[in-house]
C-alpha cells in the first residue's frame, strides 16, 4: 500500500474488554513501532519490532499490553483487561531497517474504554 | 530514559507573522529529528538534524540544532493557515535507535 494503515479507526469498548489493534505497514519496512499518543501529549514508545521478532519492548506498560508480528509484516497490538487510563490514539509506524529516524505513521486508532 | 523540553507548549499567531518552537535536553543528543501533527492527523516526519551547529532549511522553515547537541529549534518565517498544528522535537541520545518525543508545541495561526 502507499501508507501505513491502521484498523479500526475507532474502538470503543468496556472495561476489563480484550482489544486487537492491527497495522499495516509500508512494504519493504522491515521495522515496525507502536506509540500510544494521549490529548496533548507527544507520541510514547511502546514496542520495536525489526522483521518478526520484538527487539524493544521496555516501553509496554505491564504485562496486559502484547504485540505480535508473525510474519514480519502486519502487527496487532493485544491489550486484556483493558482499563479506563489506557483511553488513547494508538499510532504504528514503520520505517526501513537502521532507520528508526524517519519514521512514517499510520492514521491511528482511537481507543475509548467506558 | 530521555527527557526533553519544547517550549512554548502554545502559540497563536496572526498570519503572516514568524513563529519559533524550542527543544531543550539536559543531556548531549546524538540526533534530532521533528514532526508535523495537524489536527486529527497523526505525526509526518519533516527533517533530521545531526551534526553540530547544523541548519537546515524547508522554505519558511528553518531548522537548527545547537553547538552542544542539546537543543534544537524551528522556525517559521511569515506563517500561513496551513502551519496550524504541534511540532514535536523528536531526539535520540546515547545508545537508543528509538526517538523520543517531546510534548509538542501548537500552533494556532489566525487569518
Known amino acids: 500500500g502507499a501508507g501505513v494503515s491502521q484498523t479500526p479507526s475507532n474502538k470503543v469498548t468496556e472495561k476489563g474488554k480484550y482489544v486487537e489493534l492491527r497495522c499495516d505497514p509500508i512494504s519493504g519496512h522491515t521495522a515496525l513501532y507502536w506509540y500510544r499518543q494521549s490529548l496533548g501529549q507527544g507520541p510514547e514508545f511502546l514496542i520495536y519490532?525489526?522483521?518478526?521478532?520484538?527487539?524493544?519492548d521496555s516501553g509496554l506498560p505491564n504485562d496486559r499490553f502484547f504485540a505480535v508480528r508473525p510474519e514480519g509484516s502486519v502487527s496487532t497490538l493485544k491489550i486484556q483487561r483493558t482499563e479506563r487510563g489506557d483511553s488513547a490514539v494508538y499510532l504504528c509506524a514503520s520505517s526501513l531497517i537502521g532507520r528508526a529516524d524517519t519514521q512514517y505513521f499510520g492514521p491511528g486508532t482511537r481507543l475509548t474504554v467506558l | 530514559g530521555q527527557q526533553v523540553m519544547q517550549i512554548p507548549q502554545y502559540q497563536h499567531v496572526q498570519e503572516g507573522e514568524d513563529f519559533t518552537t524550542y527543544c531543550n535536553s539536559s543531556?548531549?543528543?546524538?540526533?534530532i529529528q521533528w514532526y508535523k501533527q495537524r489536527p486529527g492527523g497523526h505525526p509526518v516526519f519533516l527533517i533530521q538534524?545531526?551534526?553540530?551547529?547544523e541548519v537546515k532549511k524547508q522554505k519558511r522553515l528553518t531548522f537548527q540544532f545547537g553547538e552542544a547537541k542539546k537543543n534544537s529549534s524551528l522556525h517559521i518565517t511569515a506563517t500561513q493557515t496551513t502551519d496550524v498544528g504541534t511540532y514535536f522535537c523528536?531526539?535520540?541520545?546515547?545508545?537508543?535507535?528509538?526517538?523520543?518525543f517531546g510534548r509538542g508545541t501548537s500552533l494556532i495561526v489566525h487569518p
Open positions: 523528536a531526539p535520540t541520545s546515547g545508545g537508543s535507535y528509538i526517538p523520543t
Open positions: 538534524l545531526v551534526k553540530s551547529g
Open positions: 519490532f525489526q522483521g518478526t521478532g520484538a527487539a524493544d
Open positions: 543531556t548531549t543528543l546524538s540526533n
